[in-house]
């Protein structure tokens, strides 16, 4: 039933990356009210595409199958449909590109707006400052070019910060020598094609990263990491096994502990694998139920969790491809990549660019290695007090913003709504994306953003029903 609203209801949504896309894509297919008015926001651009897919390089595939990816939690099969409209020998087992992906998400926005009783308005630039309006009614946005907005509900979308700078300050951060912004392709670029390159990581980002650097020379490329891991690879096969829907039998009456979950999980593991079954369908079957075990660790497991075993857990949960495996495989079996499991003492420049000191895993040896460039590929970064954006700094320092005590993301209350520093809900103010993880813990992949996104839209719409 089409209803009309008294008043124009203006929602405003910083940010037009995957969260902040797919809300306003969630509001647009659910609002039954004309008079929604939408404005997304947002400063890189083309809207919808963000820091993941907002390549053009084919090389970089999705970590995750096609089956998997659709943008709407109530259609699972939507990205398969559009994919075989490009080539019908796609299908739910594919792992396509992040090229096609952020076609997909600009065509699923553009539709959504196409056929939506709410208008969508999308506005290029960055917002410095949110301020709530005296009586509580909702929020002034200011734009870094004096524009000002005006906000009944308003939606923070912003996604990963880049990586801090790993280890003890150094004066050689600041030098040619050294990229810290590893998803910066045009420095990456400008790499002398012959020159090798050190990565400090070895997970995902840095497998990006390594692609990127060796899509058309095959340079000499270290990847440095504490523990020198890497991601598992997903099954090259058609057939999956499907998902449990109820809590792990072999879970419940498990203390609740990191490693009484552990003990049991392998237990598991090793049970399945007698009988011919497979790892990878434990951690399958895990995954709906990892929010739920997160939420009943107290402080002191979520840190050990953090400190032990969060490393381990992220190479079995979060694979690659069996393409960008078998790549990456060839490279380490000809020389061409090495993995080196170490700890970094140091930068030393020279005229051929910079000595690494490495001091191995296990070993009281240093091994030195020269490289023309060292590129940060530690990951993003949580920790909002590290970050240089205005937006972020002006609403942390008015305390409309708190930070989890493990810095891993933002407080927040069951409604998506932000936790200020009195320990407050901020009334109207939301966030969605991957700072969802301090409550979450699953927040950083597309089936549970796409959720979040999806009941996050539920709860503006509703409240603008309430309204009426």
């Given amino acids: 039933m089409i209803q009309k609203t008294s008043r124009l209801h203006t929602i405003v949504i910083l940010g ?32 919808a595409r963000g820091l993941a897919y907002h390549s053009w390089d084919d090389n970089l595939l999705l970590n995750v199958p096609a089956g998997n990816m659709s943008a709407l939690a109530d259609e699972p099969g939507h990205f398969v449909s559009y994919c075989q409209n490009i080539d019908p020998a796609f299908n739910a087992h594919s792992f396509i590109s992040r090229r096609i992906y952020g076609d997909y998400l600009e065509h699923t926005l553009a539709q959504a707006k196409k056929e939506s009783l709410a208008v969508l308005h999308k506005v290029e630039g960055h917002a410095v400052a949110v301020h709530p309006f005296v009586d509580s009614t909702g929020f ?54 012959d020159c090798p390159v050190l990565l400090i990581g070895s997970g995902h980002t840095a497998i990006d990263t390594l692609f990127r650097l060796t899509s058309s020379h095959p340079r000499k490329v270290f990847l440095v990491s504490r523990r020198g891991l890497r991601p598992h690879v997903h099954r090259s096969m058609a057939h999956q ?41 434990v951690i399958n079957e895990l995954r709906p139920h990892t929010s739920a075990i997160w939420s009943h660790f107290n402080l002191a497991e979520r840190r050990r969790f953090l400190i032990h075993t969060v490393a381990f857990w992220d190479i079995h949960r979060h694979r690659i491809s069996p393409s960008a ?141 309430h309204e009426q």
């Fill in 241 to 281: 096994t499907p998902l449990l829907v109820a809590f792990p039998s072999y879970l419940h009456e498990v203390p609740c502990t990191v490693r009484a979950y552990l003990h049991a999980l392998r237990n598991e593991v090793a049970k399945r694998e007698r009988c011919g079954g497979n790892w990878r369908d």
């Fill in 140 to 193: 002034s946005v200011q734009m870094a070019n004096g524009e000002i907005f005006s906000a009944d509900q308003l939606v923070l979308a912003f996604g990963h910060l880049l990586p801090k700078n790993p280890g003890l300050p150094s004066d050689f951060f600041a030098t040619d020598s050294y990229i810290g912004n590893p998803w910066d392709f045009a420095a990456l670029d400008g790499i002398d094609h």
């Fill in 16 to 47: 037009a990356g995957y969260s902040g896309t797919l809300t306003s894509v969630n509001i647009l297919r659910k609002a039954v009210s004309e008079g929604i008015h939408i404005l997304l926001i947002e400063g890189r651009l083309p809207f």
């Fill in 325 to 465: 495996h078998w790549r990456l495989t060839q490279m380490l079996n000809s020389g061409q990549v090495e993995i080196i499991p170490a700890y970094i003492q140091s930068y030393d420049p020279c005229d051929e660019g910079v000595n690494v000191r490495l001091r191995l895993r296990h070993e009281e040896t240093t091994k030195v290695v020269r490289v023309d460039t060292v590129v940060n590929c530690t990951g993003p970064n949580y920790n909002i007090s590290t970050s240089t954006m205005p937006l972020i700094k002006q609403l942390s320092n008015d305390g409309l913003l708190k930070q989890d005590s493990m810095k891993i993301g933002l407080e927040l209350d069951d409604q998506y709504q932000l936790i200020d520093s009195h320990g407050t809900p901020v009334n109207r103010l939301y966030y969605v994306g991957p700072m969802l993880k301090a409550r979450y813990w699953e927040a950083i992949a597309v089936p549970e953003l796409r959720g979040h996104t999806l009941d996050l839209a539920k709860i503006i719409l509703a409240e603008i029903e």
